[in-house]
């Protein structure tokens, strides 16, 4: 038994006896002794902040009929308006009056060592939501909440655990793993605010394990909720998808993107999916506005990115000076939107330093007509020499009306 298996059990036993006292007390009234501060200690619930205090809750209603009420915490956390009662029965957190007044805010939380069985569940790291620095292996087993569960979706509502080292842009330090799925690639860094979507198999398949691996100092803090998602429901993300975007507009970004000091993660390989929706035909994809570097680094893919990089497009067999053979964004026959008449020839695979359907300095809108809209991201185990700070990606996507040309 390692030291976080201890502590979560010492723990447990004492959140028993914790629900025990809630029970036999009839108010449900979030006093200053909440179950998150028995469990994390007392910064759970910050005392600079009116809104935790005055209890100035947000309810919100699912637009699915017959779907359960959510509601949020004050502390962020979207949660379930039910009976107290029931919410200190299935092990959650109430975190305030919700509904006018006739169920609580219950809040399904757990840490290392933890079992989740509830819809809805956040995996935060031990001491939320201060940062942890130990070491270890901080696991959370997900059971399906029913055997018509298909997928899980994972929101990195607040992700930030060691980045990649700087030479290959390995996760070596610190990683998200999550096992009992299909492949989902690992990642590390910072990447608050992204999500995936987990294949959960048929039935009551394996469980599926979130492991986030730490090593050395480094002030961590997480909390990804996981929901968990019916085999026939509409939000069900398309067969094969780590990530599934819905809008006629949005914004797709590799993981640990950021333009000023993010690092393209290696060995990722998986695809981005943009439901088509209806009456659109086509899609255009622009490289996010970088307001941080005087050369746009929101497309740096590969090569050197402290030097101006063009675009490089294709695939083929050899390394060549503007062919994509070890890391590549792949859209489906792209090409240059502001071409009149369009380009007969198309590009699948783009990489380089400069976002555009064509070899050059020149960043462009990119449009494909290809369905469904996916993109397909791979890199590969290596970066240097070669390739030097790459950020990654980051694409404004647009669809575009079937009258539009297509
Ligand atoms: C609750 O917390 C506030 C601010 O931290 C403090 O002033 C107050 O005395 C506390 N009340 C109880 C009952 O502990
Ligand atoms: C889980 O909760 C989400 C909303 O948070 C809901 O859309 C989904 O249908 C729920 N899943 C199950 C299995 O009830
Ligand atoms: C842009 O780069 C040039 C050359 O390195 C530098 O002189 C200039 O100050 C930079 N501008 C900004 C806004 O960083
Ligand atoms: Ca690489």
Redesign the pocket.
Known sequence: MNILERIFLSKQSALLFYSIVFLSSACAKVDNTSWKDFLFGTKWKSSTSPVSRDYRFLPIFSVVPMGPALCLAPSGEVGSCIPNKDCIIRGGIPAGPCGGGYGICCVFLQTCGGIIRENSTYFVNPNHPDTYDGTGSCQVTVQKVHPDICQLRLDLDMFSIAPPEPVN?LCTQDQLLVSGSSPVPTICGTSSGDHMYIDAGLGQSNPIVLSVITSGTFPRIWRMRVTQIHCGSIGRAEQGCLQYYTGISGRVRSFNFNTVSGRQL?NQDYSICVRTERNFCGIQYNACPDLENNRSRSFTL?GNSNNPTGTMVGGGTQVTQNACI??WLLIGCMRSADRIPPQSACEDRVCGGTFSAEVGMVQKTVQSSVRPFRLYFH?????APT?IDNRGFCLDYVQQPCTNGF
């Open positions: 842009h290696s590969s070890q890391d890199t590969d185990g290596i970066e390739d």
